[in-house]
């Protein structure tokens, strides 16, 4: 990258698949791992940072990442639960936090939302308090946390949403 160059955030492609993988299991096995342990946080990797998943989430079009010089140092996935628009990934390398690229992400996914979304959600894990954190910063408000099934309290799911913005009037346009 040449100097002065800062990374973008763009579309994910076909190309881009081994190395969101890679992101992946670089930076979320040890995010996870003190929060809600090794197992589970193996698990997180191996579920929804492989190749077939990511795969088939690039090719949906719900994922975008931040490039730096062809090197992805953040991660954003959007999809569905029910009639919501949902946010299941949002990572961004350590190195690159407290920069902006956490709201940049979070606006390019919202951007690709349909017109007519009138609202977004996130889910993280309880004990993610840094993304708890986040979230709330960026106007997510606590609408319900999901019990983990085997009673563990760090598994158990927060769900966020936000309203987004209506579009602005067109001046003359009634």
């Given at each position: 990258?040449?100097?002065?160059?800062?990374?973008?955030?763009?579309?994910?492609?076909?190309?881009?698949?081994?190395?969101?993988?890679?992101?992946?299991?670089?930076?979320?096995?040890?995010?996870?791992?003190?929060?809600?342990?090794?197992?589970?946080?193996?698990?997180?990797?191996?579920?929804?940072?492989?190749?077939?998943?990511?795969?088939?989430?690039?090719?949906?079009?719900?994922?975008?990442?931040?490039?730096?010089?062809?090197?992805?140092?953040?991660?954003?996935?959007?999809?569905?639960?029910?009639?919501?628009?949902?946010?299941?990934?949002?990572?961004?390398?350590?190195?690159?936090?407290?920069?902006?690229?956490?709201?940049?992400?979070?606006?390019?996914?919202?951007?690709?939302?349909?017109?007519?979304?009138d609202r977004l959600c996130v889910e993280h894990f309880a004990a993610n308090g840094r993304a708890g954190a986040?979230?709330?910063?960026?106007?997510?408000?606590?609408?319900?946390?999901?019990?983990?099934?085997?009673?563990?309290?760090?598994?158990?799911?927060?769900?966020?949403?936000?309203?987004?913005?209506?579009?602005?009037?067109?001046?003359?346009?009634?």
């Open positions: 990258m040449a100097p002065g160059a800062v990374p973008v955030v763009r579309d994910a492609g076909p190309g881009d698949v081994a190395a969101i993988r890679r992101f992946g299991e670089a930076c979320v096995r040890p995010h996870y791992t003190p929060l809600i342990g090794a197992d589970a946080a193996a698990d997180q990797v191996r579920r929804w940072w492989n190749e077939t998943y990511l795969g088939g989430a690039v090719a949906a079009g719900l994922v975008v990442v931040a490039d730096d010089g062809g090197q992805v140092v953040g991660v954003g996935q959007r999809g569905r639960s029910g009639a919501d628009h949902v946010i299941y990934k949002l990572y961004v390398h350590p190195r690159y936090r407290g920069h902006g690229w956490g709201p940049r992400l979070l606006d390019a996914l919202a951007a690709r939302l349909p017109a007519d979304a986040f979230y709330e910063r960026e106007g997510f408000a606590v609408e319900r946390i999901e019990p983990d099934p085997t009673g563990d309290p760090a598994l158990g799911v927060v769900w966020r949403a936000r309203p987004l913005a209506p579009p602005t009037d067109v001046p003359g346009q009634a």
